[in-house]
């Protein structure tokens, strides 16, 4: 599952690889994702969610075991799933559940009033490298995505499978509360954290992209 306000371009090299290596493989878009900030601005968590689920369902249909990753709020999708369905394994980049930034405090507020900010996305530290996200953030959807990190949260005790999360030391848009949250509250028995030291908060398409896929599909092998 690909992050806020991004698509699946910001996941499709690890998704082929994986698909290379024999794997099944669902890249769902997200709705309100891939069109305009203003398509987005009109859908909310569940929507997201909803989507979500539905690609985990067609794979769980003719597959013994599904795995789930999400980067950035697809994180937050990926862990959601996993409270709810049985999940073989989890695998997390640089996730969101959270953010210690005092200003997204005002968002509920300052969303009656203003539709848009500036974009989030591009955070890359490989240059010449986009994940075609939108050009502005719509503040109704941060206000629902905030509402889904609390959602997730709130259960991340009911996480038992298999847990790889991926973090880059230099992220621009994800905080390191998050992943300290998830990693002392979900109940997986195995759970690992691997530290990015050249890629910034997109790394799947940035410098450590080959190196995120090798953990990845290392992972699920390992579970399978």
Known sequence: MHGFTGSPASLRPLADHLASAGFRVELPLLPGHGTTWQDMSR?????????????????????????????????S???????????????????SVGSRDPAMLAVPLLSRFVASIPAIGDDIAKPGVTEHAYTRTPLRAVVSMTALWRDV???????????LLIRSVTDHVVDPSSAVAILSSVSSAE??????????????????ADEIASLTEAFVRGHS
Do not use: I, K
Not at 61 to 67: G, I, L, N, P, Y
């Open 77 to 95: 999708l990926a862990l959601r799933l996993a409270e709810r369905r049985p999940v073989a394994g989890v695998v997390l980049v640089n996730p």
């Open 43 to 75: 859908t909310e968590w569940p929507d997201w969610y909803a989507e979500a689920e539905r690609a985990f369902l067609r794979l769980a249909a003719d597959c013994s075991q599904v795995f789930v990753l999400g980067l950035s709020m697809g994180g």
């Open 191 to 208: 759970r690992t954290e691997h530290l990015l030291h050249r890629s910034f908060h997109v790394a799947t398409l940035d410098y450590d």
């Open 153 to 163: 949260r709130s259960h991340l005790g009911r996480v038992t499978a298999p847990l």
